[in-house]
């Protein structure tokens, strides 16, 4: 049982945690004793005897997930990408991926260097869709006409018609006729309805909104021990239609085919919800400060939902969930929990698990493990209203790839809310950053970019779904509001240290991380056109005054105690 002591003493918080986290939970590891103190420096961790290091992001991942092979997964890197940003691989490499894949589909490889059917799809996914419809720049290079050339007689004796079928759907692509690829159809209704979406998606087609939603909902979720459809159709599928470059009818199915999943959405009583899409698999480098921006903007009545997963592929990140377990704050709350924190005057904050909210997309987390690209699912999931509210709602979603910046507003405008905001931070995450911007700076958008719609009154504003918005771009320089320019502080994937810059800016101590909550809570309270925040100084020096009077840390300490008793 988690248990919360607070000093008599105003400037010293203690907290000391007896617990299980979620992977020993479900794994039956050794319970983890860990012992922690919050003072004005933040958390400082002693005492940690453990199967796993916690104070490490990479050490979230499950170790009973097998591992990918790391030759065909590093090629993965190269291939499973889009039109301009695929790198052939040379005379070498294709030899070495191909003679790797032979090996193992033959039966000559240890069990944990196998290549898995995942990678398998993923990767022959892609040479298909080379083959078929990229840019010839990025089509097979002459090393790899080569290699295929020579080894593909051996590999089509040994692949399984799956994958035969992804590498050659048409029997054409290879040189020689083979008709297993143009017979292959799957296995049960799911699995056929899959193949035939394959068939488009492998000559670089698109599809409908409603015809990806059915094949979803036809397959998902994955069922441990049951087949229902091969992990190299599915991997195929994912990472052929990221490939192509999701049409917006396509994203808006990723977004919206599982949002009945467990019956209808909670309603929070709130004046005002902001549901934060930050990227799923986390930051690897620099301090994510969105947890403490959300106890921030609760002081003053901005609700705030965060949403996520313990652990993602494939950065494998810091993850607002890996903070909250390790703070000894439960994150297995359902919907209808969540919405009584949002409630809670004491709290007005909540985080939900994907493996809670939605089973069925958190059913791929393994699979994603192994195709090594982002799914059309890393952009579609930041888009997500878990809890509604009775006021007005807003999203915020961080973007790092230019183009995508677009299609992010087209799904908040589909979801109805009344504002939203797309984010360039570093990493791709939402949080602005106080460094200065480079003189030389690297081509496409900024750091700091910020594009949105928010409601409007003004004359030029244009309607949606009955109220007037209005639309804005703009690049966030934080020295025109008084900040200091600072490089952002770095955590190199260290979770203790997160939390540790986190608690030490909201207990009060002055800084580069305090900073950074004060202007993106400033900013988007005045970006998401928020009561009060009209004044960009205004809504930042409210900010501040949260920070100061101690008010936010105490949201979050309330949070830790609260969530347990919901």
Avoid at 145 to 171: E, Q, Y
Avoid at 251 to 266: I, W
Avoid at 276 to 283: C, L, M, R, S, V
Avoid at 436 to 459: D, I, M, Q, T, W
């Amino acid at each position: 049982m988690n248990s919360l002591l607070l000093n008599s003493n105003p400037n010293f918080l203690s907290i000391q945690f007896n617990k299980t986290s979620s992977f020993q939970r479900k794994n039956d590891w050794n319970t983890t004793r860990i012992s922690a103190k919050v003072d004005e420096l933040g958390l400082l961790q002693s005492d940690i005897l453990l199967q796993r290091n916690p104070t490490i992001s990479t050490s979230y991942r499950n170790p009973q997930i097998p591992k990918p092979n790391q030759i065909v997964l590093e090629a993965q890197a190269r291939v499973c990408t889009g039109p301009t940003q695929t790198k052939p691989l040379n005379e070498e490499q294709a030899y070495n991926v191909l003679n790797t894949i032979l090996k193992s589909v033959s039966g000559e490889m240890e069990e944990e260097e196998e290549v898995s059917k995942a990678q398998l799809g993923a990767f022959f996914a892609a040479m298909t869709i080379r083959a078929s419809s990229f840019p010839e720049s990025t089509q097979w290079s002459e090393g790899e006409k080569k290699a295929m050339s020579s080894m593909w007689p051996l590999l089509v004796k040994a692949l399984p018609p799956d994958v035969i079928f992804i590498a050659d759907p048409w029997g054409s692509i290879m040189g020689k006729s083979n008709s297993i690829g143009a017979q292959y159809y799957g296995n049960g209704t799911g699995e056929i309805r899959l193949v035939r979406a394959l068939r488009e998606v492998l000559q670089g087609g698109h599809l409908g909104c409603e015809d990806v939603k059915g094949v979803l909902r036809d397959i998902l979720p994955l069922e441990e021990g049951n087949l229902g459809v091969r992990d190299s159709l599915l991997s195929a599928f994912l990472i052929g239609q990221r490939m192509n470059r999701e049409t917006d009818s396509e994203l808006e199915a990723y977004c919206l085919a599982f949002d009945d999943e467990l019956g209808s959405t909670p309603v929070a009583d709130v004046k005002s919800l902001t549901h934060y899409g930050e990227p799923y698999d986390g930051n690897t480098r620099y301090f994510r400060s969105t947890l403490f921006v959300a106890a921030v903007r609760a002081c003053y009545g901005e609700s705030c939902l965060l949403h996520g997963v313990e652990w993602m592929p494939p950065k494998g990140g810091i993850t607002e969930e890996q903070m909250l377990d390790f703070m000894g704050a439960t994150t297995h709350l359902k919907p209808l929990q969540a919405k009584k924190l949002l409630e809670d005057e004491d709290v007005g904050f909540a985080y939900l698990s994907q493996r809670e909210a939605r089973p069925s997309l958190f059913s791929l987390a393994t699979l994603r493990d192994h195709i090594k690209k982002r799914p059309p699912l890393a952009t579609t999931e930041k888009i997500q209203q878990l809890v509604r509210a009775s006021g007005r709602e807003a999203i915020l979603a961080g973007f790092y790839h230019e183009g995508y910046e677009d299609p992010l507003l087209m799904l908040m405008r589909k979801r109805g809310v009344h504002s939203g905001l797309v984010i360039k931070g570093e990493e791709g995450a939402l949080s602005m950053t106080t460094r200065e911007r480079p003189l030389l700076a690297s081509k496409g958008l900024p750091v700091n970019y910020c594009s949105g719609f928010r409601a409007s009154n003004h004359p030029s504003a244009s309607e949606l779904n009955g109220v007037s918005h209005e639309s804005f771009s703009l690049e966030v320089n934080a020295k025109d509001f008084g900040f200091e320019t600072s490089d952002t502080p770095r955590t190199d994937r260290s979770v203790t240290r997160n939390i540790k810059l986190g608690l030490a800016a909201l207990h009060g101590e002055k800084g580069p991380a305090y900073d950074r909550i004060v202007l993106n809570a400033g900013m988007v309270d005045h970006l998401l056109g928020c009561d009060g925040a009209e004044d960009i100084q205004t809504a930042l020096d409210r900010a501040r005054a949260a920070i100061d009077s101690g008010k936010a840390l105490s949201k979050i300490m309330n949070y830790i105690k609260i969530s347990h008793r919901v």
